[in-house]
């Protein structure tokens, strides 16, 4: 079968190439690749700055963003032929930590975890791949080639749980406004479970785009430009920061309405050492009750979250994120980023 493969570490080594079909040891569930998403990660990887092949093994399979139809599932896998599923990326550490011991890799203490198409294991790039059932996540059959925005749908949904248990440790807590900082795959879908929960959304981008202002106010939400004035003149209850911009994570910190949460998901290189007037930052943290907390990965409960918020969405909106669909021969083009892009996938049945 053809896969996208990787060198890691070795910048130019990704090829579309013949490999073995997918050994049992992924797991007695079979699917056909229907699409990959593409995002930084797999950029990065491409790139040589991330990524890491099964031991003893050379080239990576890459890809994490997953959507397959069943070709095969043993009785009781919680799958049957012809499902439209999506595999979960990580797999919990083996020793096991306390998080990984209850289901909750995307909260392992000791790092030794592994993920698909990323650390250790081969990903979904490849025209067939197998799972194991309890990392199977059935997507809803209306939703088509939008199933492949479960993934990073995921990573939301669990923003949201962990802002949403910080913000019940207070009994009167009733969050009006949210404001999402970046406005591509990642906040668009912050922005969507925020309408979802009633809230009044607002999404901060650096540029004007007239696509991505329609999709905001399609959600009800508004869209700004203007950097902290919106900010300021929002006061957001929850700030889920989707930029991963020191200059603009600096800026946003202690700037929420008075017990507010800033839920950072951004990854960033270190380097960018800035001059913060961290007595003003804690006074008004400290005073305020704010909280601030970073969010990576996603468990089996967030994939399920996030595939129900995606079945109750409107399917001309997710339609909409997939700015761009390519065949699989004309892999190289999805891992170019375009400015006009939002989500770009790599489609199997082209
Ligand atoms: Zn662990």
Redesign the pocket.
Known sequence: MRAITVFPGQPGSVRLEDVPDPPASDGPILVRTVALGVCGTDRDIVAGEYGWAPPGENRLVLGHESLGRVEHAPAGAGVVPDDLVVGIVRR??P???P??AVGE?DM???G??TERGIKERNGYGAERFRLESEFAVRVDPGLGLLGVLLEPASILAKAWDHTERIGHRSRGWKPKAVMVTGAGPIGLLAALMGAQRGLDVHVLNRHASDLKSSLVRELGGSFHTDGMAAVDRVQPDVLIECTGSPELIGEVLARTASGGIVCLTGVTAPGHARSLDIGRYNRTMVLNNDAVFGTVNANRRHYEMAAKALALADKTWLARLITRRVSVERWSEALRHSPDDIKVVIDFSL
């Open positions: 919990p550490d020793v096991p930590c998080a990984c890799w392992c203490r000791n030794r975890y």
